[in-house]
């Protein structure tokens, strides 16, 4: 019984070929019936069999200098009796991943932004610094305010005009309350205040009762303005946004807020930090919804936040930051300060950038 082992490529083949066959001879020696009797003659040819299929390996991976060639035990005959392959890992080629190209610095930001819903926009040149699904419609809460403000001012009513809360005013959709009370009597440019600064409900509310033709003529106006300024995918169907149906994108609330920020009075009104209202004897005090207003460092020349379950936390602002003017819109932030934190992030990062 002869035995060859073969190692393709291999100068020293021969020399290495002639060594594992004296080995094996030996081995086989062992084989010739002695005394022990037959069983432990077949033990031994076992035993040398593998011996044989284990040198065959270490011969040839001498002979290559490693692993990754194919070998094999070859009978006389030529057939391969046992043959092992290279492991994948030497076997298969290795591509380092191709280089990817950096992210721009869109992208960057709107991964930097927690808002599920997010655009800032260079208010002069309307270049796109951030996007992130402002395409989609949503519910876009007490943002409403902003377009409330419009129509009331567009139909240049007496803004000393006394309007009073009454039962037609309560949220009867989602159950908010309010701190002023059916009854309440104030101007109607006290409610556009409240309205605008501390996103009083009834207020905008009895706004809208106030209007000519009442409620319903006044949202028919509110969509005709948003008609007319171009937000093709916002429709109202309230004055303060108290509802899931009242909607826009982010895209359309841009358009918003440049309108809005056509009118003095409301910029005066969403950008004062408090106001005092006198009702009866006594004075009631009303903080802005929006903390950023009054804070060292932010120049914002309008804003306007909202809330509710389905709308999530929302801001529009426009500001001026390192000499530049900024529209930002955050909608459907889950953390109470997610909105503001995005637009901090934002500025940062703007910053940092014109820098180098």
Not at 188 to 197: G, S, V
């Amino acid at each position: 019984m002869g035995f060859s082992i073969r190692s393709p490529g291999s100068a020293k083949e021969p020399v290495i070929e002639a060594k594992a066959t004296a080995v094996l001879s030996k081995s086989m020696s062992s084989l010739l019936p002695s005394p022990p009797g037959i069983g432990r003659i077949i033990r031994r040819f076992n035993r040398a069999a593998l011996a044989g299929a284990l040198l065959s390996s270490w011969v040839c991976v001498a002979a290559t200098g490693g692993a990754g060639t194919a070998f094999g035990a070859q009978s006389a005959s030529g057939t391969p009796l046992y043959t092992r392959t290279a492991s994948s890992a030497h076997s298969t080629s290795i591509k380092s991943a191709s280089p990817q190209p950096p992210l721009s610095q869109e992208a960057r930001l709107g991964q930097l932004v927690r808002s599920k819903i997010a655009l800032v926009v260079d208010a002069n040149t309307s270049e796109e610094l951030v996007a992130k699904d402002a395409d989609r419609v949503v519910p876009i809460a007490s943002i409403t305010k902003l377009m409330t403000a419009m129509v009331v001012l567009d139909a240049k009513l007496p803004l000393e005009e006394t309007l009073k809360i009454s039962n037609e005013d309560r949220d009867l959709v989602m159950g908010t309350t309010s701190r002023l009370r059916i009854g309440t009597a104030l101007s109607r440019e006290d409610m556009l205040h409240l309205a605008l600064m501390a996103s009083e409900n009834r207020a905008a509310a009895a706004l809208s009762r106030y209007y000519p033709g009442g409620r319903p003529a006044f949202i028919k106006a509110m969509n005709a303005k948003a008609a007319a300024l171009g937000m093709a995918r916002t429709h109202f169907v309230n004055p303060n946004g108290l509802t899931n149906e009242n909607v826009s994108t982010a895209f359309d609330l841009v358009k918003l807020v440049r309108a809005a920020a056509q009118y003095q009075l409301i910029r005066e009104f969403t950008t004062d930090p408090r106001y005092d209202v006198k009702i009866g004897g006594y004075v009631l005090p009303f903080g802005n919804s929006n903390r950023l207003v009054g804070l060292h460092g932010w120049d914002i020349d309008i804003q306007k936040t909202g809330f509710t379950n389905e709308a999530g936390r929302c801001v529009v602002m426009q500001l001026n930051a390192d000499g530049r003017s900024l529209i930002m819109i955050f909608l459907d932030g889950y953390g109470k300060l997610t909105r503001y934190a995005d637009a901090r992030r934002v500025l940062t990062q703007l910053a940092l950038a014109q820098k180098k």
